[in-house]
């Protein structure tokens, strides 16, 4: 994945985060060890193809620079378990639009598109983003194709894991399906999946 890119993690203190976590690295890989491929940590990407000169040798004072929204203008809400036949997003959670906009737009506008806040260039891409594949939070990197029968087991799987989606009429008692707020992470993702590691971060 070229140039660097600006991910949204969850809060450490909420459980999502520790959820997410374990299904990524541990859960999803022993029940269904044949289509999960690298583990990465928890993140919904805000956007990808931030060139480094963007930030240069000074990352964090870059990342702190940008006038993120406050914690509880970021809403996360966890919609569906979907799939698609790309290695980036062989399956994972799709995410609502609206609770994200603002902190996705800003991230493009800052890291890609060189506008001080959402113009013209930036609303152009909410648009194409959203009505394309919009934000997600990622489950399974890899090249192995998931058909519908297996979707739905691993749908299920995440919610025996105290996982709630918005499109689902059997939730866990007690699941979690959304959080507030987060951290961003400055993540140079032209490394190879395993190195993937922020130079900055930036708690909202």
Same mark, same amino acid.
């Given at each position: 994945?070229?140039?660097?890119?600006? +991910?949204?993690?969850?809060?450490?203190?909420?459980?999502?985060?520790?959820?997410?976590?374990?299904?990524?690295?541990?859960?999803?890989?022993?029940?269904?060890?044949?289509?999960?491929?690298?583990?990465?940590?928890?993140?919904?990407?805000?956007?990808?193809?931030?060139?480094?000169?963007?930030?240069?040798?000074?990352?964090?004072? +870059?990342?702190?620079?940008?006038?993120?929204?406050?914690?509880?203008?970021?809403?996360?809400?966890?919609?569906?378990?979907?799939?698609?036949?790309?290695?980036?997003?062989?399956?994972?959670?799709?995410?609502?639009?609206?609770?994200?906009?603002?902190?996705?737009?800003?991230?493009?506008?800052?890291?890609?598109?060189?506008?001080?806040?959402?113009?013209?260039?930036?609303?152009?891409?909410?648009?194409?983003?959203?009505?394309?594949?919009?934000?997600?939070?990622?489950?399974?990197?890899?090249?192995?194709?998931?058909?519908?029968?297996?979707?739905?087991?691993?749908?299920?799987?995440?919610?025996?894991?105290?996982?709630?989606?918005?499109?689902?009429?059997?939730?866990?008692?007690?699941?979690?399906?959304?959080?507030?707020?987060?951290?961003?992470?400055?993540?140079?993702?032209?490394?190879?999946?395993?190195? +993937?590691?922020?130079?900055?971060?930036?708690?909202?």
């Amino acid at each position: 994945m070229p140039g660097s890119s600006l +991910w949204l993690i969850p809060p450490p203190s909420h459980p999502l985060h520790q959820i997410i976590s374990k299904l990524i690295s541990e859960h999803l890989p022993s029940e269904f060890p044949d289509i999960t491929g690298p583990p990465f940590a928890p993140h919904m990407t805000l956007t990808s193809n931030i060139p480094p000169t963007v930030y240069g040798d000074k990352p964090q004072e +870059w990342l702190d620079s940008i006038p993120w929204p406050a914690s509880g203008d970021v809403q996360v809400q966890l919609k569906a378990v979907l799939t698609e036949d790309i290695f980036f997003r062989r399956c994972y959670i799709k995410v609502a639009f609206d609770g994200v906009r603002d902190v996705a737009g800003l991230a493009r506008a800052r890291g890609v598109n060189d506008e001080e806040s959402i113009g013209s260039k930036t609303e152009q891409w909410l648009d194409e983003w959203n009505s394309s594949f919009g934000p997600h939070v990622s489950l399974i990197y890899g090249d192995t194709p998931i058909e519908e029968a297996k979707l739905q087991k691993i749908t299920d799987f995440v919610k025996s894991k105290k996982v709630s989606l918005e499109r689902s009429d059997s939730n866990p008692q007690g699941g979690f399906g959304s959080w507030e707020g987060g951290v961003v992470w400055l993540v140079p993702t032209d490394k190879p999946i395993a190195d +993937w590691r922020p130079i900055a971060t930036k708690t909202l």
